[in-house]
């Protein structure tokens, strides 16, 4: 939930950066069409020029794709202004390169004609025509106003998060210095809206129950269990130095958990390595050891494609949906679509839609539903009818109803039963990464012909290089190869 009100966030963020950029663009314009003295405008006879003088449909783009490339749509909560203002002046200035190359490609009348045939500006002594003088006043207005809006839009929030609204909930491994230090700390910087839950002690046991009037849940022992009873957002590792040995431990601990984990290291921020992204909030550092690789304007636009992808499939494939659905019927009683609980990102839970594959049965708990393991090749339970979807895919197609609610996604990891979860969570060390991104309809594992009762070590290795490399690009390359490979392999079954 948490993972999706970040991408409605960020959505509106880059809504309200388009229409900066968008009104900078049409500024810069209107600037240039001054002529002096007087300042009497000369604007263009044709209406279509109001549309293509501005140059919003290339700048909007292309700022939006610098801000990306920057980071400037990850989370911000525990990051300075002035750290906001550089990158935004940054990217600003890259967006504006672009706008030029991209012009000078196309043949814009901006860069081969100077922008039409105005009498040219004098500036400082020397003539400037008119194209090259709107790019130069964007170059400077452009930067001017994304950070006056973005530093206007940060003042908001943090006047909402003081208030106790868009908050973040964390927990605090460490009772000691450090710990104590890293209450202290999001406390005074409540403009954050990271707020302390409850603390775990850094030692196996603890009689301790309260630190800096926050509760003290447990101590090390009993980790996984407060976790679960008590789910955060995050947790901050602020163990003591005498305690660090037991920070890999503790690391490949959390892996159980779909949440994201931060390290506040002991030591000063020039003797960390610079393996890990490193942040610092009021002096004190901060490493970024994992985090969803979701965050910001890729999400939106992931979704974007889960949302077009599924109302095209849905259209594309109604006919098919309707003869399997016919099919299923005809097969024997029972409904036509069956649904089981699935989890998909942060372990949320879900009904996944499909088509029934199996012969009927009263109660989804008997009859072989719910057992802890994949279905067989030859599996008795499965009908004529059900044989042929499951070798084509075809049972799957309901699934498009599943993307179109945001409970799935097109490409990301297969969804798997909470039974199977619990059991896997415990013998495959990182499994649970695969709950930073949505289940998926199909993924980087299915295409390379992972399915079935394949290696699930294999499709874990799979899953994991599609959350580590992921972008959109990839996930285009993922809904190409299941063209081919996806829909019918020798595996499904």
């Known amino acids: 939930m948490v993972k999706q009100q970040h991408q409605l966030f960020v959505a509106l963020l880059a809504a309200a950066d388009a229409v900066v950029v968008a009104t900078a663009c049409v500024g810069a314009w209107a600037a240039r069409s001054m002529k002096l003295p007087g300042y009497l405008p000369t604007w263009p006879d044709q209406w279509e020029s109001f549309f293509k003088g501005p140059l919003v449909l290339f700048a909007i783009p292309l700022t939006l794709m610098a801000f990306q490339l920057h980071g400037l749509y990850r989370p911000r909560r525990d990051k300075s202004l002035v750290d906001e203002a550089w990158r935004v002046l940054r990217a600003s200035l890259m967006a504006v390169g672009a706008l030029i190359i991209v012009l000078w490609i196309v043949g814009n009348d901006v860069i081969t004609h100077g922008g039409g045939a105005g009498e040219p500006w004098i500036v400082w002594g020397r003539e400037i025509d008119e194209g090259r003088l709107q790019l130069s006043l964007l170059a400077l207005v452009l930067p001017a106003m994304l950070v006056l809006h973005r530093w206007a839009f940060r003042f908001g929030l943090r006047a909402m998060r003081r208030r106790g609204w868009n908050l973040r909930h964390v927990a605090v491994i460490g009772v000691g210095r450090l710990g104590q230090i890293t209450l202290r700390t999001l406390e005074r ?8 839950a409850y603390f775990i002690s850094h030692r196996d046991e603890t009689r301790r129950e309260h630190c800096l009037d926050r509760v003290v849940r447990s101590g090390l022992a009993e980790l996984e269990r407060t976790l679960e009873e008590h789910p955060v957002d995050a947790v901050y590792l602020a163990l003591p130095s005498a305690h660090a040995a037991r920070l890999p431990g503790l690391l490949q601990r959390l892996e159980r958990f779909a949440l994201d984990v931060r390290v506040i290291p002991d030591v000063q921020p020039k003797r960390l390595p610079s393996a890990m992204a490193v942040s610092e909030l009021d002096g004190m550092p901060i490493l970024s050891y994992r985090e969803c690789p979701l965050y910001g304007l890729g999400g939106v636009s992931k979704r974007a494609l889960d ?21 299923v019927r005809m097969s024997g009683p029972g409904r036509i679509i069956f649904k089981q609980r699935r989890v998909s990102i942060a372990g949320e839970t879900f009904k996944i839609y499909k088509f029934r594959t199996m012969y009927h049965v009263e109660d989804e708990k008997y009859g072989g539903w719910t057992d802890k393991k994949w279905t067989e090749r030859d599996d008795p339970r499965v009908t ?7 070798r084509t895919s075809l049972d799957e197609l309901p699934q498009l109803l599943n993307v179109l609610k945001g409970q799935m996604s097109l490409v990301g990891p297969r969804p798997e ?10 013998d495959w060390r990182g499994y649970m990464l695969r709950q930073h991104v949505k289940a998926g309809m199909t993924g980087w594992a299915q295409v390379n012909g992972l399915r079935g009762n394949t290696s699930l070590k294999k499709r874990l290795q799979y899953d994991l290089h599609y959350i580590r490399h992921w972008s959109i690009l990839f996930d285009l390359k993922i809904l190409w190869l299941t063209v081919f490979r996806g829909f019918r392999h020798d595996n499904a079954h």
């Open 384 to 390: 004529a009818v059900g044989r042929f979807m499951r």
């Open 189 to 196: 910087n409540s403009w954050t809206g990271l707020s302390v």
């Open 417 to 426: 039963r909470p039974e199977l979860i619990a059991r896997f969570r415990e």
């Open 307 to 327: 949302i077009i992808g599924a109302v095209v499939g849905l259209i594309v494939f109604s006919p098919v949906m309707l003869a399997c659905a016919i099919a």
